[in-house]
């Protein structure tokens, strides 16, 4: 299969200016504004079906042409690097090896919404990606591919790199913009949305890496072939992040639509050892967990959503039988109480409830009502909240106790399971 | 307008309405915490979530605006259930500790669980411990575990003091309300963070322990700091004087008034009650060759009267823009119009002070304007013919209305000009040099103790209202002077200060046109070239979202 993206991953390697351009790079951005108006070019996006990347999934074309254009306010471009979704590590892959790729997609998009300054905000974990995309950002200003006068096209376009400080939250999107404001990591609440009502409160395009590192592609062999290269409605290809207990983890490079089968068996080569498959998941920690026997999924928006799950990052990860199913929610669990903003209350209290309760079962003094309780304030945590954060939190939460009911039950009333995980580790649970 | 229908009520309310809002006009009443009127939407407390027909998750009615042809149910089986689940979780962490909370009473957690609560904690685990106790600033004690983490007090000193003192640190769970770095809550407005704080995280270090609210009787009247004329509740308690030595008054609360204070009113207004219950003059009194008696009050009216009328006109009446508007009418009426006394001034016993543009006037009097309608210009004593005259003998008695003229104006050589009168009288509530110092002292009840108007300093002509009896024997001036006005033989047939206003609306054109009752809802006139009030509007300070 062809790879787009990820044939510039090279171990090791990072894509300087001169390679790039060896390889063809710049061309598209340029031929965007010889080959296109901005409607023109917003028009080719929408045709690629390119979708966002970084999770929601909304058509990224679609997304531009909410860009209210004359309001006489700067419109910005918004790059959300932050990739805080655990299992997910694709972003990384792209700005270690290749950040010329992203710096083209900007110039494209900046273009087609007619952008005059760039954020990209940068997970504050990311130390050698962030320097090498600032190498990458200085090199590009350097050839006039930045600056006042890009491509000497009289357009001007400025790129400033943030690094963020760590918070889960601050990849929500307004959270994000908050912060990048300097304020506390607070989403927004919605209407107003970022197009009309952004960073500054001006209109602003927010993107993942991912997504605008795809647009050199579209630009370079047109909408109709990208379109082609996903199942219907999911435009082109995208970076999955397989970890777990696979032989081959990794970032794989695959159309949208793929079976999970496929990636975890013949991409990733198959569990550890050998050993079954136990559970999947499919999107990122906040997708809720696929069985063996649901693996036939193609990983598409649309199919996964069908399975109540959800595409979401593509972080793919992998747990074999000897799981023990308590302790990876635990984990998972732990995470979103950590990382709860706190600003709504059913985010704030259910995420650290919930971890409570499990921290105890865990400890062996679990209750009966335990997993009713863990449902049903999995149920009024989803769904009423500003952000998608509790919502992340609520679909796995429900999915494990769901698809592994014996498993908790029997941890309830044992104190613990046959897993070479369990009990659990102390270190763990004094978190 | 759209039309909006909520709980099969239906409603035109204007563009940009919120659903909150639109319920209320139909006296449907959605619970909620972090929204109020005069901040910006938080919508982070979640308890007015409602259904809204074709969206399927539910909405916040804060935050929701009424559009046409929208249908809101705020009662279902499902906004209900979630109402009761929001309750659970803002009560997971809480400690509980209503029984020692200032709070108690008067708290939306007690309020709400009442009616939506799950009554059945399904807590097993530990509760989160926070800090408690902690004063934030001079006025405001914080306990960090009673906070729901509304935002509302944030979004206060962000939107309204702009101040910035507070902020949320840490997250999830472990978030908490504090003070930035190096700083206090100490701005002229901190007291209001502990009306808006809907449950006991922030209480009032001056109230706190005092008293429990449901002892506290609450009765509109005005405050008298400054020119602004802020709408006030007095809360107080004479039913069980061993809480609190006895003081009446236990705290001043602001109280809605869309042109004047919105809900707000400053500290300096708010912890300026003590004199009521303080310092005050009980009884009449008389000073004869350096011994103190005291007089009944039809006795030292007749000694005073006889003075007065012995001296002619030869007095210089000293008034004060803390008198109401019924009080100078009868001042002027009895010492003008009457007596025709040789001077009749006005002097401001408050320096002017700190002004902002958010409520606070330099201006410390209430009735500045009042006194103008009648014709009086503040007058400064330093430069008062009136001194001036009794310096030079020409004056044989002084009556000084309230004010400590010797405090006030200690840097002036008053008293030496003041001792060269034969007599003088003191009319005013507390203890002070001048009362020390006069011959006949008449002791006037607070403003509290009475009713009347004050014109503030946009001409808002607005009524305070008797709270308490006066204290001791002392009464208001207006009835002091009716009284007065009987032993010199001036004939005035008031009894009631309602009559005085009527008389007053007639005779003074400033006030024509103006009824008691239009003065005792909404304020009447306001003097047409005055500036817009520059207090914060509503709509810019959600517009600061």
């Known amino acids: 299969m062809e790879k787009l993206i990820s044939k510039y991953f090279v171990t090791g390697k990072t894509f300087g200016m001169d390679e790039y351009l060896a390889d063809g790079g710049y061309e598209a951005a340029r031929k965007a504004f010889e080959g296109f108006d901005p409607k023109g070019l917003i028009e080719e996006v929408k045709k690629s079906n390119l979708r966002g990347l970084g999770g929601a999934g909304f ?8 860009i209210p254009q004359n309001t006489g306010k700067p419109v910005y471009l918004v790059v959300n690097a932050d990739e805080g979704e655990p299992g997910t590590f694709k972003d990384k892959y792209i700005l270690n090896h290749v950040p010329h790729l992203l710096i083209e997609g900007m110039i494209i998009a900046a273009y087609a919404n007619q952008v005059h300054k760039a954020y990209v905000y940068i997970r504050g974990e990311y130390v050698g990606p962030h320097r090498t995309l600032v190498r990458a950002v200085e090199e590009a200003y350097a050839k006039g591919f930045l600056g006042k006068d890009i491509f000497g096209k009289g357009y001007a376009l400025d790129i400033v790199v943030h690094r963020g400080a760590g918070a889960y939250i601050c990849g929500e999107e307004t959270g994000l913009l908050e912060s990048l404001e300097g304020k506390k990591g607070f989403p927004r609440l919605k209407p107003p949305f970022p197009a009309v009502v952004g960073l500054f409160n001006c209109p602003t395009v927010i993107n993942n890496v991912e997504t605008l590192s795809y647009l050199r592609f579209i630009l370079e062999r047109g909408a109709d072939w990208f379109s082609k290269l996903g199942s219907e409605k999911n435009g082109g290809m995208r970076l999955f992040s397989v970890s777990g207990h696979v032989k081959k983890p990794g970032v794989y490079e695959l159309p949208l639509g793929i079976p999970l089968k496929d990636i975890i068996y013949d991409h990733a080569d198959g569990i550890r050892d050998d050993r079954k498959l136990k559970a999947v998941v499919p999107g990122g920690l906040s997708a809720a967990i696929l069985t063996p026997d649901e693996i036939e999924v193609g990983m598409d928006f649309d199919q996964l959503r069908a399975k109540k799950t959800m595409a979401g990052s593509a972080g793919v990860i992998v747990m074999d039988e ?8 635990l984990v998972t669990m732990r995470f979103y109480a950590h990382e709860s903003c706190g600003q709504c209350s059913p985010c704030r209290e259910g995420t650290s409830w919930v971890y409570r309760i499990l921290k105890r079962i865990s400890k062996g003094r679990g209750r009966s009502q335990d997993i009713k309780n863990l449902l049903d304030i999995c149920s009024f945590m989803g769904g009423t909240t500003i952000c998608a954060l509790a919502d992340g939190a609520a679909m796995p939460l429900r999915s494990y106790p769901e698809k592994f009911k014996e498993e908790f039950e029997h941890h309830i009333q044992n104190g613990k399971c046959d897993s070479p995980d369990c009990p659990i580790a102390e270190d763990l649970v004094t978190a | 307008m759209p039309k909006i229908t909520i709980d099969g009520k239906e409603i035109e309310v204007p563009k940009g309405t919120r659903v909150i809002e639109a319920a209320k006009q139909l006296d449907t009443h959605v619970p909620y915490y972090c929204y109020h009127p005069g901040l910006s939407i938080a919508g982070n407390c979640r308890m007015c979530l409602v259904e809204v027909e074709k969206i399927p998750k539910l909405q916040i009615a804060c935050h929701m605006e009424a559009q046409d042809g929208m249908v809101v149910h705020t009662n279902t089986e499902k906004v209900l259930k979630t109402r009761q689940h929001v309750l659970e979780f803002l009560l997971l962490n809480h400690p509980l500790d209503c029984p020692v909370c200032d709070q108690a009473g008067e708290c939306w957690l007690q309020d709400y669980y009442m009616k939506h609560g799950l009554y059945d904690s399904r807590l097993n685990e530990d509760k989160i411990k926070k800090p408690k106790a902690v004063p934030v600033g001079p006025t405001v004690m914080l306990d960090a575990e009673r906070c729901i983490l509304c935002s509302r007090c944030v979004r206060f000193t962000d939107e309204i003091s702009k101040t910035s003192e507070l902020g949320i640190i840490n997250r999830g769970a472990h978030g908490e309300i504090s003070v930035f770095p190096g700083k206090e809550l100490n701005n002229p407005y901190s007291g209001n963070v502990v009306d808006i704080c809907p449950v006991g995280a922030l209480t009032d270090r001056d109230f706190r322990f005092k008293i429990r609210v449901w002892y506290l009787k609450s009765k509109d009247t005005l405050c008298n700091g400054c020119a602004r004329g802020c709408n006030i509740q007095v809360q107080y308690n004479t039913d069980r004087p061993h809480h609190g030595k006895g003081e009446r008054v236990k705290r001043l609360k602001p109280r809605y008034n869309e042109n004047v204070n919105k809900w707000w009113m400053c500290d300096e207004g708010r912890y300026g009650y003590k004199y009521h219950d303080h310092n005050r003059i ?18 030292i009216l007749r000694d005073l009267a ?6 002619r006109n030869k007095i210089a009446v000293f008034l004060s823009p803390q008198l109401s ?20 001034v006005l002097v401001s016993p408050n320096p002017p002070g700190f002004e902002d543009d ?5 201006d410390k009097n209430p009735n500045s304007r009042g006194a103008e309608a009648f014709g009086y210009k503040e007058e400064n004593i330093k430069s008062a013919a009136a001194v001036r005259d009794c310096e030079a003998g020409a004056v044989e008695g002084v009556v000084v209305f309230g004010q400590d003229l010797f405090e006030h104006l200690s840097h002036m050589n008053i008293r030496a000009a003041f001792e060269k009168v034969s007599w003088s009288a003191f009319i005013g509530s507390n ?3 001048t009362s020390e110092w006069a011959e006949m002292v008449l002791p006037a009840a607070t403003y509290i103790e009475k009713e009347g108007t004050f014109t503030n300093f946009e001409g808002r002509t607005q009524k305070f209202n008797q709270v308490l009896e006066p204290l001791g024997e002392s009464k208001p001036e207006w009835k002091i002077l009716i009284e007065l006005a009987k032993a010199l033989g001036i004939h005035l047939h008031f009894d009631r200060t309602e009559e005085i206003f009527d008389e007053m609306v007639l005779k003074i054109p400033y006030f024509k046109g103006l009824t008691y009752e239009k003065v005792a809802s909404e304020g009447g006139h306001e003097l047409p070239q005055m500036a817009a009030p520059t207090i914060p509007d509503l709509e810019q300070a959600e517009g600061l979202l």
């Open chain 1, 59 to 66: 058509p990224a074309g679609m997304k531009w042409s909410f």
């Open chain 2, 431 to 433: 203890h002070s040099v």
């Open chain 2, 358 to 362: 958010i409520l606070i006037r330099a």
């Open chain 2, 325 to 344: 508007n019924e009080e100078l009418f009868l001042a002027q009426q009895i010492f003008k119009d009457s007596l025709q006394a040789k001077h009749v």
């Open chain 2, 282 to 299: 009980e009884t009449p009194l008389r000073r004869i060759g350096g011994k103190v008696e005291e007089p009944a009050w039809d006795e």
């Open chain 1, 322 to 329: 000897t799981t023990c199913m308590l302790k990876a929610l």
């Open chain 2, 306 to 311: 006889q003075k007065i009328q012995n001296a």
